[in-house]
């Protein structure tokens, strides 16, 4: 994916500034380690090249592509140890052959910036590979310190000696101090990613005690007084002697709907408190919606439920009917009818409600409209989370939602769910 300039821009600035807690530690010495390498790389070609060319009479043409070669093999070496290793023993091989003839007084079979170049790339294989990549690097030159003046100049060459032995010990220093370097600098990484796991998981942890926080206030607060609201209507029969039966009916309808809050806030509390044992009730699905408006109608409430061309709901369907709605699809439609049922009764009391399911096989429609209230008392006081909350569950389906009031003073919520993939696959 390409990203545009200014992304590239900003992540590079964040790359190369010192703010720790902005990115990686590893990251950023990679980037500052490849430049580094590149600046030095480039100037060495600069000098090398003239200086071979010049001082050792070399042809400009093989001067400048073996100087390349080998000043090139620190920077393969940052990616790939072979092709660096390679190109530095091939490259400084070739430059002590077509420099054999330099006069005494310059330094051979390293020139200084030949010199310069091999320590460079066992430097970065030791700081970026394993310790085995600038040893045998090492070892490679060492050898080649000890044959190219016998094969070449036959021992005549008075500096050959010494110039191998700075070339041995330079070499050896840089890639021990490159080792310890990448020790270093993997101690730093682990202690980074340490704290970044410390961090982690402390704030997992606060996420948990505020998550038993909440559970407990809903304890406290929801499910006492849901449990007295059971008990007392499960228990008006005995207290109130002499209830006819449509009263008794009514607490019992009552005191069934408590039940089935307290069940249902019983599995969020599991929820909350992060519970690895999952709810034993079923949840609630499409098929249930019509019990959901059985209980509505038991507080006096006007509901009319309209089904269109419903297909089938559960295990239970009949094959004529095609395939059941997803049950995620079908708790998403009774929460939403749920929660339009509870809004008509707060803020529309005395109104008559109608509720349309309709499903034509490949999208869910749920309409629930309410008329305008036929009394003015005052709105029962909610949370006024609702539709944020109708919106957030059909949204997460790739549904819509839609709002608003109605020409006669009500009110209608519709909902909009797509039923099953109508996308082709992928071929």
């Not at 500034?17 to 580094?36: H, M, T």
């Not at 039940?259 to 499409?286: Q, S, V």
């Not at 869910?364 to 944020?388: C, F, M, Y």
């Amino acid at each position: 994916m390409d990203h545009p300039p200014q992304t590239r821009r900003r992540r590079l600035r964040s790359l190369t500034r010192l703010d720790v807690s902005a990115v990686s530690i590893a990251r950023r010495e990679v980037v500052w380690l490849w430049s580094l390498v590149s600046i030095a790389a480039v100037t060495l070609v600069a000098v090398g090249w003239p200086v071979t060319a010049s001082g050792y009479g070399t042809h400009p043409a093989a001067a400048m592509a073996f100087t390349l070669v080998d000043c090139a093999a620190a920077i393969l070496a940052m990616r790939w140890p072979w092709a660096g290793l390679s190109a530095s023993i091939a490259g400084s091989a070739a430059l002590a052959v077509v420099t054999a003839g330099a006069p005494p007084e310059w330094p051979w079979p390293w020139p200084v910036t030949v010199l310069l170049a091999h320590c460079l790339t066992v430097f970065v294989l030791a700081l970026r590979h394993s310790w085995y990549w600038a040893a045998s690097l090492w070892l490679a030159g060492a050898m080649l310190t000890v044959l190219a003046p016998a094969a070449l100049s036959d021992g005549g060459h008075p500096s050959a000696f010494a110039n191998g032995v700075v070339l041995v010990s330079l070499s050896g220093g840089f890639a021990l101090f490159g080792v310890l370097v990448r020790l270093w600098s993997l101690s730093v990484l682990r202690m980074e990613q340490a704290e970044r796991l410390s961090a982690t998981e402390t704030g997992r942890r606060r996420e948990l005690e505020e998550r038993n926080r909440i559970a407990r206030e809903l304890h406290d607060v929801v499910a006492h007084s849901m449990s007295v609201i059971t008990v007392q209507a499960s228990t008006a029969r005995y207290r109130q002697p002499g209830l006819d039966e449509a009263v008794q009916r009514e607490f019992e309808e009552i005191a069934a709907s408590s039940r089935r809050a307290l069940g249902e806030m019983r599995g969020l509390l599991g929820i909350l408190r992060g519970h690895d044992t999952a709810p034993t009730a079923p949840l609630p699905t499409l098929s249930d919606v019509t019990g959901l408006i059985e209980s509505t109608r038991a507080s006096g409430v006007e509901i009319t439920y309209r089904e269109a061309h419903p297909r089938g709901t559960g295990e239970d369907a009949d094959a004529d009917e095609g395939e059941p709605v997803p049950e995620v699809v079908g708790l998403t439609a009774f929460r939403v009818v749920q929660e339009a049922l509870s809004n008509a009764l707060r803020h529309a009391p005395g109104s008559a409600i109608t509720v349309t399911v309709t499903d034509d096989g490949h999208e869910l429609r749920v309409t629930v409209t309410n008329t305008a209230p036929d009394r003015d008392d005052e709105p029962t006081p909610g949370a006024r989370l609702g539709l944020a909350g109708i919106r957030e569950r059909v949204t997460a389906l790739g549904g819509v939602v839609s709002a608003g009031p109605t020409l006669d003073g009500g009110f209608e919520i519709t909902a909009t769910l797509p039923v099953e993939d109508t996308d082709p696959l992928p071929a």
